[in-house]
Antibody, heavy 121, light 108 residues
Framework: EVQLVESGGGLVQPGRSLRLSCVASGFTFDDYAMHWVRQAPGKGLEWVSGISWNSGSINYADSVKGRFTISRDNAKNSLYLQMSSLRIEDTALYYC??????????????WGQGTLVTVSS | EIVLTQSPGTLSLSPGERATLSCRASQSVSSSSLAWYQQKPGQAPRLLLYGASSRATGIPDRFSGSGSGTDFTLTISRLEPEDFAVYYCQQYGSSPYTFGQGTKLEIK
């Protein structure tokens, strides 16, 4: 059974940093690309960033480019999102998502339950 | 960036009825790289369809998809009580991998 478990969310002040983590199990992690998708309270889905199986291809949404960094450690079956210069509009539930392929991108076939990031003073 | 516009915003139907949800792209979606997701309150989204018309693992055959280029449709042939949820389309043909704003399917 595929499982994606996010952690690292919390309350943070504007301008500060936060690092999200996602531990994957139930599939061969280093065969697949991974993504972060976020959902602001009561709003729709917004793709944030994606990374290929070997970290050779990385993409970001314009809204986070230059502030967020996605990375992965295949030896630890883990995906990360380093978020800096956080803004109030970054407040959202952040989902860790598995891609259906090793390269960017195909369908997003498995989703974690999300970790909540709240940016507020 | 490819903008996806879903319609209607809300669809009110009864169990047993047929639902037709639309997703229109601002430019052609390459290789029918379009997916549909279902999200229920308090839950993560679930993949329903990929490649515009292929059902994901475990998805009942009352869910079907069609379309190409800029116009795509999700059809639920006979609504079951568990189908009332929010549905999102998404294109993954080019970065950024954008989502539509969602269609809420509610019980009439």
């Amino acid at each position: 059974e595929v499982q994606l478990v996010e952690s690292g969310g919390g309350l943070v002040q504007p301008g500060r940093s936060l690092r999200l983590s996602c531990v994957a199990s139930g599939f061969t992690f280093d065969d697949y690309a991974m993504h972060w998708v976020r959902q602001a309270p009561g709003k729709g889905l917004e793709w944030v960033s994606g990374i290929s199986w070997n970290s050779g291809s990385i993409n970001y949404a314009d809204s986070v480019k230059g502030r967020f960094t996605i990375s992965r450690d295949n030896a630890k079956n883990s995906l990360y999102l380093q978020m800096s210069s956080l803004r109030i509009e970054d407040t959202a539930l952040y989902y860790c998502v598995k891609d259906g392929n090793g390269w960017l991108a195909t369908d997003f076939d498995y989703w974690g339950q999300g970790t909540l990031v709240t940016v507020s003073s | 960036e490819i903008v996806l516009t879903q319609s209607p915003g809300t669809l009110s139907l009864s169990p047993g009825e047929r639902a037709t949800l639309s997703c229109r792209a601002s430019q052609s979606v390459s290789s029918s790289s379009l997916a549909w997701y279902q999200q229920k309150p308090g839950q993560a989204p679930r993949l329903l369809l990929y490649g515009a018309s292929s059902r994901a693992t475990g998805i009942p055959d009352r869910f079907s998809g069609s379309g190409s280029g800029t116009d795509f449709t999700l059809t639920i042939s006979r609504l079951e009580p568990e189908d009332f949820a929010v549905y999102y389309c998404q294109q993954y043909g080019s970065s950024p991998y954008t989502f539509g704003q969602g269609t809420k399917l509610e019980i009439k």
